[in-house]
């Protein structure tokens, strides 16, 4: 399960590679917040 925490601290390509290598969960929160913030705030 990702959380913004991890997200916030991540870099693309870490979150690319574990999304490919694991199964990976989302809350719809999150999703949402993701597709509709702009960079700067994510």
């Not at 991540?10 to 979150?15: G, H, I, R, S």
């Amino acid at each position: 399960m990702l959380d913004k925490s991890f997200l916030d601290k991540a870099t693309n390509e870490a979150v690319v590679a574990l999304c490919d290598n694991h199964g990976v969960l989302m809350s719809d929160e999150l999703f949402f917040g993701l597709m509709t913030t702009r960079k700067s705030g994510q």
